[in-house]
């Protein structure tokens, strides 16, 4: 089965400077697809960026980039100009397209911002 | 506006009571899945349905029950056979676009045994 491992159990950031949380997964599978999820102090899980692991390009959103590295099984999210509203836990997973009902998540990395 | 519910907020159940969470949703997704969440671990997978009448179990499924008679409704029963389930509980949806389809989120229920 795969795994996902977020090494950062907390981080935190200055505001407006950049952040990047670490995200690593283990498969076999040559095809997939890897998410952010965000869920702040209210609990609800808020997507922030996803990456089909056909595709070299690194997604960005807005503030949000990622760094894809395939052969290392790396899935780090960057977050630019950081912001008081970006508290909170990050939640990286990962979904095979073989079976649409598993999605993997990490144990999350607790993100603080100071002002 | 297009969404998940989730009621209540907050649930305390007593030893031996069976409780159900509610969930609903308006986004004519056909997939729907119930995961728990625990303090330092990630989401875990409980039950998962994706069409009316049918469901599946997750990885940690003992414990719980679920239906799925329509299909905006999946309420999850925590049964008395679950030993701790105190955690917080996410419905979510999701649209019929494979791996790609992204997985929409309700506010969650806290439940608590006293």
């Known amino acids: 089965a795969q795994t996902v491992t977020q090494s950062q159990p907390e981080m935190s950031v200055q505001e407006a400077e950049t952040v990047t949380l670490s995200c690593t997964y283990d498969?076999?599978?040559?095809?997939?697809?890897l998410f952010w999820y965000k869920q702040p102090p209210s609990r609800q899980m808020i997507l922030v960026i996803r990456q089909e692991a056909y595709k070299q390009q690194n997604a960005t959103e807005n503030r949000f980039s990622v760094n894809f590295q395939k052969a290392a099984k790396s899935f780090s999210l960057k977050i630019s100009d950081s912001q008081l509203g970006d508290a909170a836990m990050y939640f990286c997973?990962?979904?095979?397209?073989?079976?649409?009902?598993?999605?993997?998540f990490g144990a999350g990395t607790r993100l603080t911002v100071k002002p | 506006d297009g969404g998940i519910t989730q009621s209540p907020k907050y649930l305390f159940r007593k030893e031996g009571q069976n409780v159900t969470l509610s969930c609903e949703q308006n986004l004519n997704h056909d997939a729907m899945y119930w995961y728990r969440q625990d303090p330092g671990q990630g989401l875990r997978l409980i039950y998962y349905s994706q069409i009316v009448n049918d469901f599946q179990k997750g990885d940690i499924a003992e414990g719980y029950s679920v239906s799925r008679e329509k299909k905006e409704s999946f309420p999850l029963t925590v049964t008395s056979a679950q030993k701790n389930p105190t955690a917080f509980y996410l419905c979510a949806s999701s649209p019929p676009a494979g791996g790609r389809a992204v997985k929409y989120f309700g506010p969650g229920t806290r439940l608590t045994v006293l």
């Open positions: 498969t076999s599978e040559s095809d997939y697809y």
């Open positions: 997973a990962y979904r095979s397209p073989y079976n649409n009902n598993d999605m993997r």
